[in-house]
């Protein structure tokens, strides 16, 4: 599996050659440009000097995880639910492989289910990487209620031995009024099977669109509590840094990094550690 910091290398390549030290005019800038949120880069330099080594500004990031707590997977047998949402185009479906992967690779058995009944494509979307992974999965036709799919889905796998069911989500409706609805429901839905079956609601942000991003996290987060988030898009972007205002602006656990477009194209997230490669894009190796 790849580095954090190599994976991120794009990310921080605009910033060039290294340096031993900065003024705050040009961390500022590096900050910026790397699409840190405005509000957080002048958090940020207010708690340094004008001269800032490598070692202060290590400091001063890693102070701003205090509060951060990285999502607990309990290793169950118990079945759990993943619901996954996020606006059209973010890689809902492309991250269900990914996270497929994942569950299989920690011996779960595991069902799709196809909740993204608006789009006909997307049916056919996550089928491909039904019959690419053997995973089975419950789908219905173009137009039906995903909360039924859900229903059906979490019902079969009580049914089956499965331990780990993954519904995809659609990205846009007709209206965002009725997206908000249909993701309630179906959440609804889940929750009916009681408190032994956890659901997680999983966010899905599209790593490109920078600060954009956080909005979209906030607004997901007051519709339907949001678990987790999972960003998606990080190998094609220089704008990585809105990882950071995501971490400790929601301070919503990030589970993985996507960095393609096949199942194992993710990498584990460590706050730490991207603090660590931004630090070291930035300064000197001392
Ligand atoms: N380069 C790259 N492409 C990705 C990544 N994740 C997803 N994609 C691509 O982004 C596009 C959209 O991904 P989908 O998984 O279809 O996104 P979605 O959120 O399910 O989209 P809708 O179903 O339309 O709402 C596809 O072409 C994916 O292959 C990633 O980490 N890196
Ligand atoms: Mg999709």
């Given at each position: 599996?790849?580095?954090?910091?190599?994976?991120?290398?794009?990310?921080?390549?605009?910033?060039?050659?290294?340096?031993?030290?900065?003024?705050?005019?040009?961390?500022?800038?590096?900050?910026?440009v790397a699409d840190i949120e405005y509000e957080l880069v002048e958090?940020?330099?207010?708690?340094?000097?004008?001269s800032i080594t490598k070692d202060k500004f290590e400091k001063v990031?890693?102070?701003?995880?205090?509060?951060?707590?990285?999502?607990?997977?309990?290793?169950?047998?118990?079945?759990?639910?993943?619901?996954?949402?996020?606006?059209?185009?973010?890689?809902?479906?492309?991250?269900?492989?990914?996270?497929?992967?994942?569950?299989?690779?920690?011996?779960?058995?595991?069902?799709?289910?196809?909740?993204?009944?608006?789009?006909?494509?997307?049916?056919?979307?996550?089928?491909?990487?039904?019959?690419?992974?053997?995973?089975?999965?419950?789908?219905?036709?173009?137009?039906?209620?995903?909360?039924?799919?859900?229903?059906?889905?979490?019902?079969?796998?009580?049914?089956?031995?499965?331990?780990?069911?993954?519904?995809?989500?659609?990205?846009?409706?007709?209206?965002?009024?009725?997206?908000?609805?249909?993701?309630?429901?179906?959440?609804?839905?889940?929750?009916?099977?009681?408190?032994?079956?956890?659901?997680?609601?999983?966010?899905?942000?599209?790593?490109?669109?920078?600060?954009?991003?956080?909005?979209?996290?906030?607004?997901?987060?007051?519709?339907?509590?949001?678990?987790?988030?999972?960003?998606?898009?990080?190998?094609?972007?220089?704008?990585?840094?809105?990882?950071?205002?995501?971490?400790?602006?929601?301070?919503?656990?990030?589970?993985?990094l996507g960095i393609g477009e096949n199942q194992d194209d993710y990498?584990?997230?460590?706050?730490?550690?991207?603090?660590?490669?931004?630090?070291?894009?930035?300064?000197?190796?001392?």
């Amino acid at each position: 599996m790849l580095s954090l910091g190599k994976s991120l290398k794009k990310t921080f390549s605009f910033i060039g050659s290294t340096h031993s030290k900065l003024d705050k005019e040009e961390l500022e800038e590096i900050l910026v440009v790397a699409d840190i949120e405005y509000e957080l880069v002048e958090e940020i330099l207010e708690q340094l000097p004008n001269s800032i080594t490598k070692d202060k500004f290590e400091k001063v990031m890693l102070s701003f995880l205090a509060d951060y707590k990285p999502y607990d997977f309990k290793d169950t047998n118990e079945l759990e639910i993943d619901v996954i949402v996020g606006v059209n185009g973010a890689g809902k479906t492309t991250t269900i492989a990914k996270l497929a992967n994942f569950y299989k690779s920690k011996n779960k058995k595991i069902l799709l289910a196809a909740g993204d009944t608006f789009r006909a494509a997307a049916l056919e979307q996550l089928s491909l990487w039904s019959e690419k992974l053997d995973i089975p999965i419950i789908k219905t036709s173009r137009g039906h209620d995903p909360s039924a799919v859900a229903y059906n889905a979490i019902d079969s796998a009580k049914a089956r031995d499965i331990n780990q069911v993954l519904i995809d989500t659609a990205g846009r409706l007709h209206h965002q009024d009725s997206l908000a609805r249909e993701l309630q429901k179906i959440i609804k839905t889940c929750k009916k099977f009681g408190e032994d079956y956890p659901t997680r609601k999983i966010l899905v942000l599209d790593g490109t669109q920078g600060t954009l991003a956080i909005n979209q996290a906030e607004k997901f987060n007051e519709l339907i509590d949001i678990d987790a988030i999972i960003i998606t898009k990080l190998d094609g972007t220089s704008k990585g840094g809105a990882i950071f205002s995501i971490f400790s602006r929601l301070k919503l656990p990030i589970l993985f990094l996507g960095i393609g477009e096949n199942q194992d194209d993710y990498i584990d997230f460590s706050p730490e550690e991207f603090i660590l490669a931004i630090s070291e894009s930035i300064f000197d190796k001392k």
